[in-house]
């Protein structure tokens, strides 16, 4: 039957109605990103670049005495939902955490940090005390009822909060995540803000852990459109393993030791990764762990971890014991309503688990045999370009790249004229009655969507009414952020492994390293000075990796254009420098280093700091 199968996708593939001829990746992901900004509630700003979009949600969260303005609609309603905007949040900083570099090379870091930045600012607000937490505004019932743009909606915008007497373990846990996971992304750009976050994980993840219970048990609301089937605690140890890379604390690397068994996190062999189901993620994450020698006494434990890890990469290559459903043009295929989010999560934890395996230099262990790493990521490209275009249909799943896309996406927003357009008011009923059934193209192009997909046969209608196809989603484009940079870059090696910027570390027994010579403010090249230090260590492995954080400061009254950098003897990753050649330069999110400002950049190896000089510059 498999042997079937693959012949018959086969012969699909050479019929197809259009000859493949790569895709732009780069372009992808800068699309991808201008979804995120169609979706903001609240008051936008003024570098808003989807201009169809205005002001909404103002008044959220006023009648419960707490501001909530801000955040993001889930989809093609006007709902702001938790669960599944957190776990945007957090699938988006991982992205950022893995591939900061890529989406830097391809100009879109400033704006991937800015679309993560638009939800934890939200979560703050929704996190006003340790034990209380909104997650929800508006309700899903009334809103499904009316058709209105997201700036005139009529809706009930009610709030909905978990706390002590109603606990929500899964949405605490995941908010958590988001937050800890965030607070990695900002830690160099902007250190405050990062404490901040962590500071929020710190307390949501007591209070999910003290208080527990399922959210929809407490916001029952919430219960027909995100309900929790997988209950709460793979969001516990989800926000354990994210709490324990953005602090080193060796507390929450303990939790995952102690409850991995009791938990689910070593027993559950998934076949799905998304919103409602993180074990597949904390297994992915563990498995880092361990490979970075980190794992200590829960060795054990967190090999089980691992193989579950594999078991899930294993299925989706269709090596495993039981293996992942795919359309007969290759599509992973889990459910017929967005099946796309399934996709495109599954092929993050592959592109990652590909380069954390190639960075260990260790193979995927399948019940078929080992398995070379490049497969995974082989097999994520292949997932990425039928969402892009090679498919049966010839049809492109992202709104506005390529030829062919669904013109008509169920989504209030794009479906009816701007307000910026046409100020007159559309009632709620009234928008189904005259842009809901329109047969026309979307009056507003929702570039770079990520709509719910085809069904188990490759099948797909580019109709509004069915939302199950053309409804698109946050957490259908979130994972692709990572993917669609990794694939960008090409064949580059990478080094995984290793901690983008490490906190401060908290070991409970003492571990022998060997320091370095460290250097302290070094020359000043005319108006430029350098500073070098080592900020922290560790063993992988029985090999010593030092982090270095090096500080170059513009001296002069003036503002520092096109520096050049010369950087020897560097033997590993650097984040927060354009690279080109041999040449570094100003990430490209800064234009100039204005007189008075200092900017910071890392890299990490295991040996002493690099010789880092000034090549040239120029000032304004």
Not at 481 to 508: C, E, F, H, I, N
Request: glycine share 10%; hydrophobic share 35%.
């Amino acid at each position: 039957m498999e042997k079937f199968a693959s012949v018959a996708a086969l012969l699909l593939l050479l019929c197809f109605p259009v000859a493949y001829s790569g895709h732009d990746y780069g372009q992808a992901l800068s699309k991808s990103l201008l979804f995120f900004e169609a979706q903001r509630s609240g008051v936008l700003p003024r570098n808003q670049r989807v201009t169809w979009r205005s002001h909404s949600g103002l008044n959220d969260g006023k009648s419960s005495g707490v501001n909530l303005v801000g955040g993001y609609y889930d989809a093609g309603d006007n709902v702001k939902f938790g669960l599944p905007m957190a776990f945007t949040v957090t699938m988006m900083a991982w992205s950022v955490i893995e591939y900061g570099s890529q989406l830097a090379t391809n100009g879109e870091l400033g704006h991937s940090m800015d679309a993560i930045k638009w939800g934890t600012d939200y979560f703050i607000k929704a996190h006003p005390e340790p034990n209380v937490l909104y997650g929800e505004v508006g309700d899903g019932n009334t809103d499904h009822y009316c058709w209105q743009r997201p700036e005139e909606m009529t809706t009930d915008r009610k709030a909905y909060r978990i706390d002590p007497s109603n606990p929500g373990s899964d949405l605490a846990g995941e908010t958590a995540a988001a937050m800890a996971a965030a607070s990695i992304v900002f830690r160099r750009s902007n250190p405050a803000y990062s404490r901040v976050l962590l500071s929020h994980a710190y307390q949501l993840f007591d209070f999910a852990d003290k208080h527990r219970g399922k959210y929809d048990s407490s916001i029952t609301i919430a219960r027909k459109y995100y309900g929790s089937v997988s209950g709460y605690n793979d969001e516990l140890l989800w926000a354990a393993a994210w709490l324990y890379q953005a602090s080193n604390n060796e507390f929450y690397l303990d939790y995952l030791g102690r409850n991995g068994d009791s938990m689910g996190g070593t027993g559950w062999s998934m076949t799905e990764f998304g919103w409602d189901v993180k074990y597949a993620g904390v297994q992915t994450l563990v498995a880092k762990f361990l490979m970075q020698g980190k794992a200590g006494r829960h060795t054990p434990v967190f090999q089980r971890y691992q193989q579950k890890a594999d078991s899930f990469m294993c299925s989706l290559l269709g090596k495993g014991s039981r293996n992942i459903q795919k359309t007969p043009g290759g599509l992973i295929f889990r459910q017929h309503w967005n099946n796309m989010q399934f996709v495109t999560s599954a092929s993050f934890l592959t592109t990652v688990y590909s380069d954390y395996l190639t960075s260990s230099r260790s193979n995927l262990k399948c019940s078929s045999g080992n398995v070379a790493p490049s497969q995974l990521l082989s097999f994520a490209k292949s997932q990425v370009d039928y969402i892009l275009g090679d498919n049966p249909r010839a049809t492109s799943y992202m709104v506005g790249y390529g030829s062919n896309f669904p013109q008509r996406v169920h989504h209030r927003g794009s479906s009816i004229v701007s307000v910026k357009v046409d100020r007159t008011f559309v009632t709620c009923r009234g928008g189904y009655a005259t842009w809901y059934g329109r047969k026309d193209s979307d009056p507003n192009l929702l570039t770079g969507a990520i709509v719910g997909g085809p069904d188990a046969y490759d099948n797909f209608a580019d109709r509004r009414d069915n939302y199950e196809q053309t409804e698109p989603a946050t957490y259908n484009n979130a994972p692709l952020l990572g993917v669609l940079a990794r694939l960008s870059s090409g064949d580059s090696g990478y080094s995984q492994l290793l901690p983008v910027a490490p906190a401060p570390v908290v070991v409970r027994r003492p571990m022998p390293i060997r320091k370095p010579r460290v250097t302290t403010p070094i020359r000043a090249s005319g108006p430029v000075a350098i500073v070098q230090k080592m900020t922290s260590s560790w063993v992988s492995k029985g090999r010593t990796y030092y982090r270095y954080s090096t500080t170059v400061i513009n001296k002069s009254p003036r503002a520092l254009k096109s520096l050049n950098l010369s950087i020897k003897n560097l033997y590993g990753p650097i984040w927060g420098l354009s690279r080109s050649g041999s040449s570094f330069g100003l990430p490209s999110w800064m234009p100039s280093l204005q007189s008075g400002k200092s900017l910071e950049f890392v890299y990490i190896h295991s040996t002493t700091p690099a010789n880092v000089a000034v090549s040239s510059y120029t000032l304004a």
